[in-house]
């Protein structure tokens, strides 16, 4: 009853906000259709989902503004029943405070709803203070992001485009038009501290980062990226080195990543990117679920060592995109294939067909019985903004 209430109250704030000219308010509804297959027998499964958000800015005054971010999730289907701890792994939260809220958990169904954005924004002349549960950007590639301390994402997780936030606070000062000194910690669910400086500058038509910190009280951490162009295509890279505080015999690790992109006249883009994981296993020791249910961190970009992706997307029409993704591992011989077709009916409608197929050497449990190893799924999607 009380999450009811407090999701009421949410919509109540939303709807009153239109009406007001120091207001904003966007979100959508999206309706998710999922078939996948659960095992190597072919097994499939259903899963339906309804998703709802709201985004909301308060514009105080000159000088503060009020945000938050509210994910509405109604999930239908034998997954819910048939994977352990299904409902625990959809509600997690990794920040220092617990914004996610399970109101339904019932054998087919589950409602979960989750407040990733919950902010306070201070600015005056060239300083900016951001309090709150934020998302801190600091990625220069497009697919795995070493110098991304604080909101390490999925890619495979395409329906949750905001991405994650984390419970931080952080201090920008802008030098100039294009250069700022940063300084962001962050507490996240198991109260470890994160800090770490960032200084971002403009040089020779490339932006240009270093960082250096304590990441999660474990690993000193030092790091950099930059961002520009080669041959009329895009051009970036990041790299991360993290030495554990506490001494041991593997020492520090490196991770680190290279990206490359270029759009032709036709409308066709293509995508490279290549990444090395210092802390990636030589295999996937519980097949396709190393990947799937990945504890990510900027740590455990990827189950193994080496990864490289490839993609294409072309316009066939104003409306009609398609576009193909795949990543292949050689440890393990890990290969993704990801299709995806997208049409837009109008401004604020769109359907999607996507499709996602994972493989990976067989492998077996401690047992000897043998574990999934490969896995399709299709996605239907319609998604409707306001």
């Known amino acids: 009853m009380l999450n009811n209430r407090i999701f009421a109250a949410f919509l109540f704030l939303s709807l009153f906000a239109n009406a007001q000219d120091n207001w904003m308010v966007k979100g959508y509804v999206k309706g998710l259709t999922a078939m996948q297959t659960i095992d190597d027998n072919g097994e499939m499964a259903l899963e339906n989902t309804a998703h709802n958000r709201f985004d909301v800015n308060w514009f105080i005054n000159d000088k503060f503004t009020f945000t938050f971010g509210l994910r509405n999730r109604i999930i239908i289907g034998n997954n819910v029943s048939l994977i352990p701890g299904y409902t625990d792994y959809v509600s997690r939260d990794y920040g220092y ?3 996610s809220w399970v109101w339904a958990d019932e054998t087919s169904w589950i409602g979960v709803s989750q407040l990733d954005r919950f902010m306070l924004d201070y600015t005056t002349g060239n300083l900016q203070i951001t309090l709150g549960r934020q998302r801190i950007n600091w990625g220069q590639t497009f697919v795995w992001n070493p110098n991304d301390l604080f909101n390490t994402y999925s890619y495979f997780d395409f329906d949750y485009e905001e991405k994650p936030g984390s419970d931080a606070l ?7 038009q294009s250069s700022k000194l940063e300084l962001s910690t962050s507490l996240n669910s198991e109260s470890e501290l994160t800090s770490v400086l960032l200084y971002r500058f403009n040089t020779k038509g490339y932006d240009i980062q270093f960082l250096g910190g304590v990441f999660t009280e474990t690993d000193y951490v030092i790091g950099g990226g930059f961002s520009g162009s080669i041959s009329g295509g895009g051009f970036s890279g990041e790299m991360t080195y993290f030495h554990p505080m506490e001494e041991n015999d593997e020492g520090g690790k490196v991770t680190a ?10 409308s066709l883009n293509l995508q490279f990117e290549a990444l090395y994981n210092g802390f990636g296993a030589d295999n996937f020791s519980s097949g396709i679920g190393d990947v799937i249910f990945q504890d990510l961190s900027p740590k455990n970009l990827f189950p193994t060592k080496l990864a490289l992706l490839g993609s294409g997307g072309y316009d066939v029409s104003p409306l009609f995109r398609v576009m193909l993704a795949g990543i292949f591992g ?6 993704y294939v990801g ?13 999607a067909g996507i499709g996602q197929y994972f493989s990976t050497d067989e492998v077996s449990d401690s047992n000897g019985d043998p574990l999934v190893s490969s896995g399709t799924a299709i996605f239907v999607r319609f998604k409707w903004s306001f």
């Open 97 to 99: 405070l617990d914004l």
């Open 170 to 176: 952080r201090l920008q000062y802008y030098i100039g």
């Open 257 to 266: 990543a290279i990206h490359y992109d270029y759009t032709f006249k036709s």
């Open 330 to 335: 050689p440890d393990g011989n890990f290969l």
């Open 339 to 351: 299709p995806t077709l997208t049409y837009s009916i109008s401004n604020s409608m769109e359907l």
